[in-house]
């Protein structure tokens, strides 16, 4: 059940053509224009999704610096097996630079340390009802 667009009251609607327009009223308002079709129900489907979120942790400069020098290497020796420029390396362990996933994922590989971490986001999405045209409340986003 949606609100009356002439009083505002939250009852069955039906479709009717008031002074040209097309409208969604009550049977009360109903009697101030020709009504066109039956009663519609506008209950929005509300659709939850799942989104996966891969990102780089936050201590990662730590991380990775505590474990090149753990393998014993220099950060000239860790860019050339990385195939990576040795500034960039200093930048990462200086926490100036966050690796992107690709880098990441790569680090973690020569490493052997956890640097991606998983996370999931769940989003509700209303789905508009096929009948009817869009209106403003089929665009706003509701907040909890």
Sequence with gaps: MSACELCGKTVPLLNALV???????CKNCAGFGQV????ISRAPVKKQ?????ETVVEDSAKLIREAR???GMTQ???????TEKESLIQKI???SLKPSLELARKLEKILKIKLVEIEKEEQESYEKNKSGPLTIGDLIKIKK
């Design 69 to 71: 020098e753990k393998n």
């Design 36 to 39: 066109l079709k039956t009663p």
């Design 19 to 25: 002074e040209g327009t097309q409208m969604q009223v």
């Design 93 to 95: 362990e200086n926490g």
């Design 76 to 82: 000239k020796d860790f860019a050339l097996k990385l």
């Design 49 to 53: 999704t799942i989104e996966i979120v």
